[in-house]
């Protein structure tokens, strides 16, 4: 069964899971929209963005400058450890897909997912 991303009821702490999401990109710059686009598989309420954003930039783990956000770096998740593939009847939280395997990240705030196999990629910035 998947989650609205629009409804971050279910999810103990939006804000925390967002910041770990940005400090875990591997892409070393993206446009504002792609680092929203990444957000919004959390949460699409504008004040949970903003503070998920401010928070991120406040631990240092992205610098804005105008539409441009740049990753600190250095923590990417490992394919192997902290991101697991289940088999089910799940939809990508990304893009809305029926997908049969599921790729959920984990990190500290909880499991994040699940996503298809091309959007765990564009999720964790690795396109």
Do not use: N
């Not at 710059?29 to 954003?53: F, G, K, Q, S």
């Not at 804005?64 to 998740?77: K, S, W």
């Amino acid at each position: 069964m998947s989650r609205d991303a629009s409804d971050d009821g279910d999810i103990e702490d939006p804000v925390e899971l967002g910041v770990q999401l940005l400090a875990r990109l591997e892409a070393p710059e993206l446009p504002l929209p792609a680092v929203i686009d990444r957000i919004e598989t959390i949460t699409t309420h504008p004040e949970t963005t903003r503070a998920i954003l401010e928070a991120a930039e406040r631990r240092g783990h992205i610098s804005r400058d105008g539409e441009t956000v740049t990753t600190a770096g250095g923590q990417f998740l490992s394919f192997e450890s902290e991101v697991v593939t289940k088999e089910g009847d799940f939809e990508c939280q990304r893009c809305g897909a029926s997908i049969s395997t599921g790729y959920f990240m984990q990190l500290e705030a909880g499991e994040h997912g699940p996503f298809g196999s091309s959007c765990i990629k564009k999720v964790t910035g690795r396109e």
